[in-house]
């Protein structure tokens, strides 16, 4: 059982930054994936980021590309989404997840464990 705690979150003006962690204590297996979904009010959850065992191989939705950038560190067990020129559509709960394969899945169904949530809320 691995249990996942985000951090980070907050207030930010539009075009300020942010830096999510995610840390994960309990069993860890190899050839993981973690990935980062949001939830905005109403909305559905909608995939940000993911990155594959390799650490070097993120992925990102349209939206977010070249302005969020996730890191991987496995000695620590963390993840990170660092988030620059924050837009007031970013705001939204933050979920990190593992998937207990070695890439990343195409659907929220495809992750094994998830996290609580850290709120991020973009405005003036």
């Known amino acids: 059982q691995v249990t996942l705690v985000e951090s980070g979150g907050g207030l930010v003006q539009p075009g300020g930054s942010l830096r999510l962690s995610c840390a994960a204590s309990?069993?860890?297996?190899?050839?993981?994936?973690m990935g980062w979904f949001r939830q905005a009010p109403g909305k559905e959850r909608e995939g940000v980021s993911c990155v594959d065992r390799r650490q070097d191989n993120a992925t990102y939705v349209d939206s977010v590309k070249g302005r969020f950038t996730m890191s991987r560190d496995n000695a620590k067990k963390m993840v990170s989404l660092q988030m620059n020129n924050l837009k007031p559509e970013d705001t939204a709960i933050y979920y990190c997840a593992v998937v207990w394969k070695p890439k990343c899945p195409s659907r929220a169904q495809g992750y094994d464990q998830w996290g609580q949530g850290t709120q991020v809320t973009v405005a003036s």
């Open positions: 309990g069993f860890i297996l190899d050839s993981f994936s």
